[in-house]
């Protein structure tokens, strides 16, 4: 019998702060045997329980990309009591993950379609990890238009900076970038909200055109209107959930939305599936 | 299946001799209370109880259980690689088991037991036990199990039924693990080819004494978002709830739990503890966000989970095995037969539903 709460052994490869206030730090992981990678194989959108010894666990989307090799990157936000911990580890902490949990984005529904993702602070984790899949060589004809709008308070804010800056540089990208705002006179991207620049630069709603949307509730209440207005119908909009969870694997109790768990039947839904739950999120 | 009789002097001289393969647990009196314990040598089950405060469910499902454990000392090659504890599953046998509560156990088991994850440690404990049931002749006002899916003479998720008649039990046994036990206990009597017809005759009996029952015919067919949004139930029902979280400790087929870490010395555990859904902190984000952040939607949540989703999830009638613990010991009289036959007759069109006396 396999027993689904045993972590796998890892050890903390590079720890890279990633914002300006210095909450958000991108951890990367490499396994202490070979043989678990292999086990931890993983799709785009799903998230692994984070796991120090003597503090606890912590559910937290993966934000590397099943095509990249190697190791496993995650991008936490200090906030509890095991990421305020997390963020005083150092390189070479041995510590451990597990998972791969919950369902993922619905990548073969995606195959030969136009994909919009919107996303907006630290919510871009799953989505960094969406747009590396998508770009691989192998996997880049099997979408038709990307888009991706993503959005900070500031500059500084935003995540992963020279991969965006890669990505903006691209044509088989279309990349739009907004902060709320800056003093930085030379800011070569928009200023605005997400959900503003989402009304401006996101394709009208088709049939073959999906949206990814991942942020702050904020930005989510305002950002659905928008893509009402241009179209998207509710099973076409994709959105990625987050709540207290403890086991992962359905069986605790606590992050369900009616009768699906977010931790196992999500964190991945359509918004016609959420509004068929009770909003408990 | 076969029925043989055991006579109440051929009683005790069984249990002594199961003492050598099985670990003994059954109901005593402890202060006013009964409980079910461990029962060290030479004592016994009292098989005239009624039925126990706590439920035996933590002989399977522990309140408080270590699941992992791991070195926290650098000079050790395996410091801070968590591994299953060493515990050994020793095979016990709960004695005087009453049928809700064995049959609970099958309820909870589709919570612990799914085709994606199997959680070892419940079962483990489950496959190492054997139910000896006691059937009900005598039941509670608040009993309510016939119209829960289960009953008085009830043998789901038993090995072995017994039947008291005067002098002698009888026993239906129903598994290979019964078959097992009985041998080792030297039962063999014959009951008679009668024993299923006195049986049968005995059940009816009881079933006619069980005076209360929830109406659950119409909750597969109820819309969960009107349910969800009936707050003619809802806010009356929790006006008056104080989410000590009582029903969910005593509850047969609560299974929530909690995970966390302690340090002792140079090691580490990782430790399930039961939880309830009663508490603020069950559903708490770390960022200050609660989704569950009123008294109003914790109850909801309970009363919704045992008789709506679980409901709609596992196509097997209700999360509730009709012990009736929540009803005798809620400090506010939450009554589920009347949040169940408000929910089973709720109209969303007129926001109207039966309230019945319970």
Redesign the interface.
């Known amino acids: ?7 796998y ?1 890892v050890r903390i490869d590079e720890i890279k702060t990633e914002t300006e206030d210095k909450s958000l730090k991108t951890f990367k992981f490499v396994f ?1 045997n070979p043989e678990d990678e292999e086990k931890f194989a993983y799709r785009a959108g799903q998230f692994a329980e984070l ?8 559910p937290i989307g993966i934000a590397s990309s099943p095509t990249e090799k190697g190791f496993v990157k995650f991008t936490v936000f200090k ?3 095991v ?1 305020s911990y997390l963020h005083s580890m150092k390189e070479g902490d ?3 993950i597990r998972g791969p949990l919950g369902n993922w984005y619905p990548w073969e529904t995606l195959e030969g379609k136009n994909v919009v993702i919107i996303g907006g602070g630290f919510a871009f984790t799953t989505l960094r990890s969406s747009i590396i899949y998508m770009l691989d060589p192998d996997n880049r004809k099997k979408f038709k238009d990307i888009h991706v709008i993503y959005g900070a308070r500031s500059p500084g804010m935003l995540l992963y900076k020279e991969e965006l800056e890669n990505w903006a540089a691209r044509d088989d990208l279309n990349m739009h970038i907004t902060v709320d705002s800056t003093n930085d006179p030379e800011w070569p991207h928009h200023t605005g909200f997400v959900p503003t620049i989402s009304e401006q630069e996101a394709p009208s709603g088709t049939d073959d055109t999906y949206a990814i949307v991942c942020g702050p ?1 904020v930005m989510i209440k305002f950002t659905q209107p928008v893509l009402d207005k241009l179209g998207y119908s509710e099973d076409r909009i994709i959105m990625s959930l ?3 969870m ?2 992962g ?11 699906e768990f977010v931790c ?1 039947d999500g964190p991945v839904f359509t918004l016609q599936q959420l509004n ?3 909003k ?2 | 299946m076969k029925v043989i009789k055991i006579d109440k002097k051929d009683w005790t001289a069984g249990l002594e001799k199961l003492r050598g393969s099985y670990a003994l647990i059954g109901p005593v009196k402890e202060k006013f209370y009964h409980t079910f314990k461990t029962l060290e040598p030479g004592r016994e089950p009292d098989m005239a109880y009624a039925n126990s405060r706590i439920t035996p469910k933590y002989v399977i499902y522990p309140q408080s259980e270590v699941i992992l454990k791991c070195s926290l000392d650098e000079n050790d090659s395996d410091y801070k690689i968590f591994k299953e504890p060493d515990k050994e599953y020793q095979s016990k046998v709960v004695l005087g088991i009453r049928p809700c509560d064995a049959d609970s156990f099958s309820v909870v088991r589709r919570n612990f037991d799914t085709e994606d994850y199997k959680d070892p440690y419940w079962l483990r404990a489950y496959e190492t036990t054997t139910f000896v049931g006691l059937a009900c002749d005598s039941p509670c006002p608040t009993c309510f199990c016939t119209s829960a899916g289960s009953g008085p003479y009830n043998d789901a998720n038993m090995d072995v039924l017994l039947v008291d008649n005067g002098d002698h039990y009888l026993a239906k046994v129903l598994t290979e693990k019964g078959e097992s036990l009985v041998s080792a206990a030297g039962w063999n009597d014959n009951a008679g080819d009668d024993a299923a017809d006195r049986i049968e005759k005995k059940k009816t009996e009881a079933e006619s004494r069980i005076q209360s029952r929830v109406n659950t015919e119409n909750l597969a067919g109820q819309s969960l978002l009107d349910l969800y949004e009936a707050d003619t139930i809802w806010e009356k029902e929790a006006f008056a709830c104080i989410n000590c979280g009582t029903c969910t400790y005593v509850c047969p087929t609560c299974w929530c739990f909690d995970v966390q870490d302690e340090v002792h010395g140079k090691e580490g555990y990782r430790i399930r503890n039961w939880d309830s859904c009663m508490y603020p902190l069950f559903t708490l984000h770390a960022a200050g966000h609660n989704p569950r952040g009123t008294k109003l939607d914790r109850l909801r949540q309970r009363f919704m989970h045992k008789l709506k989703y679980y409901v709609d999830k596992y196509e097997s009638g209700i999360q509730c095995t009709g012990c009736g613990r929540c009803i005798r010991m809620c400090p506010v009289n939450i009554d589920i037969r009347r949040i169940c036959n408000m929910m089973n007759s709720y109209d969303p069109e007129s926001c109207t539903c039966e309230v019945t006396a319970s």
């Open positions: 019998m396999e027993n689904p709460y045993i972590p052994p202490l796991s120090i010894p003597g503090l606890g666990e912590i906030t509890g009591k990421t041995i510590m451990g509730p987050e709540n207290r403890k086991c694997i359905g069986m605790c109790g606590r992050c369900n939305i009616g009768k196992k068929h739950t009770p408990e999120y």
